[in-house]
């Protein structure tokens, strides 16, 4: 491995990306899709998640599997993903009955930004599934929230400055990749922004069969799309924005203090495991006889 050249875990073929679109295009449509419905079709989440969970899941799976065919997923790049889904869903009860204190954000934000979009994705879903069973967050919200953080985890990897290049007459560190403070910094703020999306896309999983709830707040099937937006921004600013802020200041504070410990640890458990070096076999040669 080149000096500036960093591991990925899980490298993203042509069939791991059609499987990422795949399910990223159907989570959009079933966040979005009540937005655009006709007022007679007697929406509700809570009659449809069920097969929306039915149908993410063996998406999700197959993330993995085109991600096994592409380029392999050994039993490092597992037990990683093991140990890492294992912290997350371990933090995340900690913020339990506190408003917006939820410690999973940072370490699923550092660890993407480090292992990678791919094992991002498949981490941020695996974690949250995890911590559902620990919690007893089972319910027809739980494939949402798989998906949304592992939106979370594989936009991290997609930062810039996360990969080098080999250098030419400069340090390794002088080309193309970001590290330090100016790392953390980018860090905090895709933290801050990403804790903030991950509330608010959230609401649309809730949001639409609560009608009737307040006449200003509430959904409308069938109004009209800037009149239902804007009931919707009414309904975070006056429900989720006060979870949603301290979520992001949280993921910030703990970016700036334990971002750097973190950050070096993940990337010396990411050299140790090796995951691009080549496996080679040599022939063995029978020892020859004395004299």
């Not at 929230?145 to 007459?169: D, E, F, I």
């Not at 895709?190 to 707040?217: K, R």
Request: aromatic residues 8%; hydrophobic residues 55%.
């Amino acid at each position: 491995m080149t000096a500036g050249h960093q591991a990925r875990a899980v490298r993203l073929g042509p069939r791991s990306v059609a499987a990422l679109v795949l399910v990223s295009a159907t989570g959009v449509m079933a966040f979005g899709w009540p937005l655009l419905a006709d007022s007679a079709s007697g929406l509700a989440h809570s009659k449809d998640a069920p097969w929306l969970f039915a149908a993410l899941l063996p998406m999700l799976l197959a993330v993995v599997m085109a991600t096994i065919a592409d380029n392999g997923l050994d039993a490092k790049a597992i037990a990683m993903l093991g140990v890492l889904a294992a912290a997350g869903a371990a933090l995340r009860p900690l913020g339990a009955g506190t408003a917006g204190v939820e410690p999973m954000f940072f370490l699923m934000v550092l660890a993407g930004r480090v292992l990678g979009p791919g094992f991002g994705f498949v981490l941020g879903s695996v974690a949250m599934f995890a911590s559902a069973l620990l919690t007893g967050g089972v319910g027809p919200w739980m494939p949402f929230q798989m998906l949304t953080m592992g939106w979370v985890s594989m936009g991290a990897g997609l930062l810039p400055g996360a990969m080098g290049v080999p250098p030419v007459r400069a340090k390794p560190r002088a080309r193309g990749r970001l590290r330090g403070r100016g790392e953390l910094a980018l860090l905090a703020a895709y933290g801050a922004v990403s804790a903030v999306l991950y509330g608010l896309i959230m609401n649309l999983q809730g949001w639409p069969y609560l009608a009737g709830m307040a006449s200003g707040i509430s959904f409308v099937p069938g109004d009209p799309l800037d009149q239902n937006l804007a009931r919707y921004v009414a309904y975070c600013l006056a429900t989720s924005l006060g979870w949603d802020l301290p979520r992001a200041l949280v993921t910030v504070v703990l970016t700036g203090t334990l971002g750097g410990p973190v950050l070096k640890a993940l990337r010396r458990a990411t050299r140790r495991a090796a995951f691009d070096a080549p496996v080679s076999f040599e022939e063995s040669r029978p020892p020859t006889a004395a004299g």
